[in-house]
């Protein structure tokens, strides 16, 4: 008998009749003999409609003005999933019990909107178990050491799910989604988009950290630090298939790197779109500017991706970086305000007409030319690259938002990722 954790994301859960479809394929792998705990998200656009009357409400303020109620707020539409979906599976005569995040407990820190997850006590769900309930537990959520009703950011029920795994030493993470695995790249951008059987976990991490929507990152991180076996599948398939074609279906994020894997120099082209360039021109090129400009950024919890510092000319050099384009008007700012006075730059100017593509895959390791490679299929399509970062198995570039298909595609295609695997 293993234990199977199993996360249904908003789509999944979008109606009473896909809750019901959720809940007979949940009782069919508990009859066969697994010890089931189900994450789900909110109903999909629930989340979305919560916050958008939060806004409604406070019209002029920022989030930070009140994130404290916002948790509270969107909390609850996992909690009505939860409460649904338990609903549902003692319907199709199964025993089922919901809990919310503070119930089980899953305990965070105090970073509203934006937690992290410390511990979570899983007695209370091992003795369900143990009684042979199935247990469902409100993904995207938790509580404080004060005993706040926090949540973990938008995507955050994968980590939620992958968390549970990781500490109640789950046999496999299933995260059901509204795609049936992980692709070479989105293929509503390249249609001849491959579905991946396998993708290492370092891939995945990049893929995720890359703009990648399949996984939210700090699912994957979890994964990583606690070797937790994931895979990635459908819930649009009938939820009556076969239970050994369901358990080996969808994209198994592995640990493994065999020696089909390593034969893929390029694994996937991964894109953002949600990314904003900012400047800051004409700072003094001397030791601590770096820190002058990103610790005030960090300070006010906000994310940089790449970074680039230009040469220096007559003692002075331009300093650029990305954020994400939700980040953008906050950051811009408080340069103005608390870096621009004290620094000395010339000016700040930012566009939020960018975008990041990238090539990932753990073959570039053993590959030499591989970015070269990239940069003259860019080049031959005539797009400019503005900004360039690297790691061992990826390569990102920043060019105009107006390219990021075209760029797409055309490396899909130079990299013979529309061809089947070897």
Not at 280 to 290: H, S
Request: net charge negative; charged share 25%; glycine share 8%.
């Amino acid at each position: 008998m293993a234990l199977i954790v199993h996360k249904y994301g908003g789509t999944s859960m979008g109606s009473t009749e896909r809750i019901r479809n959720v809940a007979k394929r949940v009782a069919k792998w508990a009859r066969a003999g697994h010890q089931m705990v189900v994450v789900p998200s909110a109903m999909s656009g629930e989340t979305n409609r919560l916050l958008g009357l939060a806004k409604e409400l406070a019209p002029g303020k920022t989030a930070d003005d009140y994130n404290r109620e916002l948790d509270m707020l969107a909390a609850t539409g996992e909690q009505a999933s939860s409460a649904l979906l338990a609903i549902a599976l003692q319907a199709e005569g199964m025993q089922a019990v919901s809990y919310a995040g503070w119930q089980v407990q899953v305990k965070t820190d105090s970073a509203f909107t934006k937690a992290r997850i410390e511990s979570i006590d899983d007695a209370r769900v091992r003795a369900d178990l143990e009684a042979g309930k199935v247990v469902v537990i409100t993904g995207f959520q938790g509580v404080d050491e004060a005993g706040n009703i926090t949540t973990l950011g938008r995507g955050g029920s994968d980590t939620s799910a992958v968390a549970i795994a990781a500490a109640m030493k789950a046999h496999e993470c299933l995260i059901y989604t509204d795609v049936d695995g992980v692709y070479t790249t989105d293929p509503r951008v390249e249609p001849d988009a491959r579905r991946l059987t396998t993708v290492s976990f370092e891939e995945m991490l990049e893929m995720a950290s890359l703009g990648s929507k399949v996984l939210q990152i700090r699912s994957v991180e979890f994964a990583g630090k606690y070797r937790v076996p994931l895979r990635v599948l459908s819930s649009f398939t009938p939820w009556d298939i076969d239970l050994k074609e369901e358990a080996k279906s969808g994209t198994l994020i592995t640990f493994e790197e065999d020696e089909n894997m390593e034969q893929a120099v390029v694994s996937g082209i991964a894109f953002n779109r949600d990314e904003a360039k900012i400047s800051v021109l004409g700072v003094p090129d001397k030791p601590g500017i770096a820190y002058h400009i990103l610790g005030a950024v960090a300070d006010a919890n906000v994310e940089v991706d790449v970074i680039i510092q230009n040469l220096s000319k007559d003692g002075r050099t331009d300093f650029s970086f990305t954020v994400h384009r939700n980040d953008y008007a906050k950051t811009i700012d408080l340069l103005k305000e608390k870096v621009l006075p004290t620094l000395g730059a010339a000016d700040i100017v930012g566009d939020t007409k960018i975008c990041k593509v990238s090539i990932v895959g753990i073959g570039m390791r053993s590959h030499v030319g591989v970015a070269s490679k990239m940069f003259r299929v860019l080049s031959e399509e005539g797009i400019n690259i503005q900004m360039i970062s690297t790691s061992e198995i990826k390569t990102s570039v920043v060019i105009d938002e107006k390219y990021m298909e075209l760029a797409v595609r055309a490396l899909h295609k130079a990299f013979d990722l529309d061809q089947p695997a070897a």
